[in-house]
């Protein structure tokens, strides 16, 4: 099987790619959504120790709020939404509409606008990754937890057990110009999907930098 | 004395004796075994993700997957001088961190996970005195070797020592 550790950086910068024409389109979904500005950043794709992906986001327990889907189609994978709970509050308040801080606790209703918005913001990225590619791909419904950061991160990137000691995480960083909201987006493709994802686009495994 | 607290990653195995502590943060679906050996005061925490090592390409690292953990945390207590019939388990984690509905069984790594030691536990005549195992919370866990306590914290419940 193709590893993720032998990726070239003509095959990173192609991964790279994917995700910032995905994140583009989510970012524009959520745009339209809150009728608000929002920034994002060029994507990072990392090859990150299982051990350490929790450190992008300040430590093992860390409180988090972590949406994850399930991606089924050619190209198996998993997309996560983490939030801080701080963020995640104030992402409600502007959905719904309330005045920034309304929002104390994450009850049913709260879960539920937060699913929803990762549910749109993931059908426009894999919307353009299917553009891209021609696979089919489809999201499962959206999953929600609240906890420490340790343990949502590694639950969702263990589910099926199949797993390198390494995870490939083309990650984007969204915000709110005004409110300072950071959402981290990752997009983890499973181990046998990388091969197929970087076939479809000419840079499959034999292509030289 | 004032004992050294070790901070156990992820997919990682450590050992020690009282008075030390061995801590292990943000247990979701992957377990913390502690192994202790009361009379010496010794023990070995390690920190499993993966119930068998057949499900990885990679299959290395022999603290993170359960059916490899468990022999070698007796294996290495008993060369520290345990005396396997006085070992005992504690295992906490295992949790169901994401689902999709009530009668979601997708994401099972973590009862898969819990099996596989308990399995293991049996096989090689190792008693399981305490557990904190499923839920839907993240814990950590502080194993202290002196007493063979393991304080368990989560974000929304009391501490509780098993």
Redesign the interface.
């Known amino acids: 099987?193709f590893?993720i550790e032998d990726l070239n950086n003509f095959q990173r910068d192609v991964l790279k790619e994917i995700g910032n024409i995905g994140a583009g389109h989510a970012a524009t979904a959520l745009s339209q959504l809150l009728a608000d500005k929002i920034n994002m950043t060029v994507p990072a794709v990392s090859i990150l120790p299982?051990?350490q992906v929790?450190n992008l986001l300040g430590?093992?327990?860390e409180?988090l709020v972590?949406i994850?889907m399930r991606v089924f189609g050619e190209s198996p994978g998993k997309i996560i939404f983490l939030f801080s709970y701080q963020d995640a509050l104030t992402l409600v308040d502007k959905l719904t509409g309330s005045k920034i801080g309304f929002t104390q606790n994450l009850g049913e209703f709260e879960e539920s606008a937060l699913k929803e918005i990762s549910n749109i913001m993931t059908g426009a990225y894999l919307n353009a990754l299917v553009r891209l590619t021609g696979f089919t791909l489809i999201p499962?419904?959206p999953?929600?937890?609240c906890?420490?950061?340790?343990?949502?991160?590694?639950?969702?990137l263990?589910?099926?057990?199949?797993?390198?000691?390494h995870a490939l995480i083309i990650e984007t960083q969204f915000s709110i110009t005004e409110r300072q909201i950071r959402g981290h987006f990752f997009l983890v493709p499973d181990?046998g999907a990388l091969e197929v994802i970087l076939n479809a686009l000419g840079a499959g495994p034999t292509c030289k930098e | 004395m004032q004992g050294v607290t070790l901070i156990v990653?992820?997919?990682?195995m450590k050992f020690s004796r009282a008075p030390d502590q061995l801590v292990t943060?943000?247990?979701?679906?992957?377990i913390g075994v502690c192994m202790h050996e009361p009379l010496l005061k010794i023990g070995g925490l390690a920190h499993v993700?993966?119930?068998e090592d057949s499900?990885?390409?990679?299959k290395s690292?022999k603290a993170?997957f359960a059916n490899t953990a468990v022999p070698l945390l007796i294996e290495e207590l008993v060369k520290m001088g345990a005396n396997s019939e006085r070992l005992v388990v504690k295992m906490v984690g295992g949790?169901h961190?994401?689902?999709?509905?009530k009668n979601d069984n997708?994401?099972n790594?973590?009862s898969?996970n819990q099996m596989a030691i308990e399995n293991m536990c049996k096989k090689y005549g190792i008693h399981i005195i305490g557990k904190s195992i499923g839920g839907?919370?993240?814990?950590?866990i502080t194993f202290d070797l002196e007493t063979g306590n393991v304080r368990v914290r989560?974000?929304n419940a009391n501490i509780c020592i098993i």
């Not at chain 1, 906890?147 to 590694?154: F, K, Q, V």
């Not at chain 2, 990653?9 to 990682?12: L, P």
């Not at chain 2, 943060?25 to 992957?30: A, I, K, V, W, Y």
């Not at chain 2, 839907?136 to 950590?140: D, H, V």
């Open positions: 099987m590893r299982l051990d929790h430590g093992p327990e409180l972590g994850y499962s419904v999953a929600f937890a906890d420490m950061a340790g343990a949502i991160i590694n639950s969702a263990l589910d099926f057990g199949v797993m390198g000691d181990p | 990653s992820m997919a990682e943060l943000g247990l979701g679906s992957c993700m993966l119930p499900l990885a390409i990679d690292n993170k949790a961190m994401f689902s999709f509905g997708s994401l790594v973590g898969r839907n919370a993240g814990k950590s989560s974000l």
